[in-house]
């Protein structure tokens, strides 16, 4: 019986003790419940206490979340007549093309037109406001843009576009046929307020360096510089200077002039050429006129062919500065354009004294048998023989750059000369480096008598390379080539090649004495 009571008794305990427990958890629960119900009520008694609006301020007004203010197709377009403060321009759509009303040449960006055409029939906005007590506090009472679309149904709407919203990446928008002002995204704003310049193609060209075969520049004085790519084998220069006068151009000066071509950019885009508005822009009668000339592949072949049977690849015609920093320029489309300024200063340096190859008679020792020496006290002749190296087989050796090798032999007057020593020797001949341009009419007769004579028996030609240097004042000597006398040098410069010669003959040749 004992045992049964306890059982009972147990059970009871443990039922009474679940109970307690229920009932209690419940009233926790609804205890913390009216706390978080009071906080809330009281908080938001507060709230509305500290954030009610004074009786000087509206409640703001909300806004909507984005749709669309039209909702049309491309093909709906047909055309948008487009008003901002500085001038105002139609653009059509035929369903294919875009084009610029009344200027059938005027070259229009198309994806930009296209963006344009985007925004007048798939616009989103949100609302602002219903309506406005005062345009001007949206930039509506003098509007960025007006752009009038109509589109191919023969309905008719207006875009007004005011100010950039505060808070963001937008502008105010209205159209003239409600009073509700919205707020569109800025690149549909942007659109609307493009200017006809901003239309235009911008040229770009992709001109490497290595691509250019020459070039021809009219200088303000009306002088021509033309140079080509050399088909000379003599000279170390690439280039040729084919005007003012026929010459070997300074291939680092050349190179450096055409770098300063392919980095040409143009900035933007101005006005469309009419010969009765060029005086406006200077272009009436340019400073100076760039062509730059490419060759096809014919041409190629023959890189002593005249420019014209070349591509021309650039056509640049240089006017007045619009502004400190910007020039501007007409291209062979016929637009004006603008350029930076500074990056037309290279046209100032291209002279024919600048790109001239200031050596008067570099040759490439390759192509040399022999030199004579006369006058200044020397009579010598520097020889040069080459043996064939032949390989294992006994068959001709070639070089790394695939010509025959030789074993090349020296000789001064016969007796045969160190090969540095000889090497030396020619590089203080051909090292003699002019001083500038005799001006024109100032020339020596033609029977001028050379005080030093220089003549290469060349073994790729039958005739001769002859550098002469002729009396021409009391520090200078007029150097003739080849019967021409273009070039004036200091008599010390030449007098530097009797003297080392002197010096080699009495066994104190030092090469650094000569900057060799």
Partial sequence: MDDEQDKLFTTDLRKGRDDRKRSGGARIRTLILLFVVGVLAAGGYFASQFFKPTPDEAPPVAESSSFLLVDKTRADFKSAHVKIPTQEYTIDYDGTTFMVAGMPQFALDQTKAGNLAT?????????????????ADYGLDEPRASVTVEYTDGSIKTFLLGAAVPSGSRYYLKTSDAPNIYAVYS??????????????IIPAWSIAAEDITGISLTRPDGTIVEIQRSSSELGISAFQLVQ??????DGEDVNNLYAAITELKIVAFEAEAREETLSLYGLDAPSYTLNVYGSSV???????????SRELLLRIEVGANKNDTQTYVRLEDGAIYLVDRVSLDFLKTATAAELVDRFANIINIAKVDKISIQGLGVDELMEISRVPTLNEDGGEKLDASGQPATTDNFTINGQVADDSNF???YQIVIGTRVDGLIPEGKAPAPDA??????????????ESEVIEYLPYDQDNYAVRRNGTALFYIMKSRVQMIPDALKAYHDGTFNPADYGV
């Fill in 244 to 249: 003012p006068f026929a010459y070997e151009a």
């Fill in 119 to 135: 925004s007048c029939t798939y616009l989103y906005a949100s609302n602002i406001a219903e309506s406005a007590d005062n345009l």
């Fill in 298 to 308: 014919e041409a190629a072949e023959d890189a002593s062919a005249e420019p014209s």
């Fill in 187 to 200: 690149s549909s704003g942007d659109r609307f307020a493009m200017s006809l310049a901003s239309l235009h």
């Fill in 449 to 462: 008598r050379p005080e030093l004579t220089v003549k290469y028996t060349i073994n790729i030609s039958s």
């Fill in 423 to 425: 090497r030396k020797l």
